[in-house]
């Protein structure tokens, strides 16, 4: 079994606060990647968490968004499913995690220059190369297309 994260980040029309969310599947050996949305929509999650965006440093839950907005939701969605990944995930299976936000894929694997949420993109990077480490390789992050339509995207809003 691979174990496959889908996680989004969502911001309505600049209302407070903006939210995050991911959902946990088992997809088994053999599953292609083509389609994989699709694959994922049919899929029944094992594992859903979400909650809004905390930017108050005083708050047990901060990771260090600046503010809210699409971009922080994306990349708390993130840092919360590779913290989950830490603490609750004891195997070592490999885990394909599917973001629909480039810019959280690139700031987490440190490919791109960031200028805003250094601290939650730090603490996002910090968590990925832990996992990675540990899986020895077996944790990849892929882009996905969003679909508005998508469940996990209300789920986070």
């Not at 968004?65 to 840092?79: F, I, K, P, R, V």
């Amino acid at each position: 079994m691979t174990r496959t994260l889908r996680s989004t980040g969502t911001q309505a029309y600049d209302q407070k606060p903006a939210g995050w969310g991911f959902c946990v599947f088992e997809m088994a050996p053999g599953d292609s990647s083509a389609g994989l949305v699709r694959q994922l929509l049919r899929l029944k999650p094992t594992a859903e968490l979400f909650g809004p965006v905390v930017t108050d440093e005083s708050d047990p839950f901060f990771m260090g968004a600046d503010g809210h907005s699409n971009n922080t939701g994306e990349l708390q969605a993130t840092a919360e499913a590779l913290f989950w990944l830490k603490d609750t995930e004891v195997s070592l299976s490999p885990v394909l995690f599917c973001l629909d936000s480039e810019y959280a894929a690139s700031a987490t694997q440190g490919t791109s220059q960031v200028h805003k949420n250094a601290v939650l993109i730090e603490k996002g990077k910090q968590l990925y190369l832990e996992d990675a480490r540990r899986r020895a390789g077996g944790l990849s992050l892929t882009h996905v297309p969003s679909l508005c339509k998508d469940s996990w995207e209300r789920a986070s809003g």
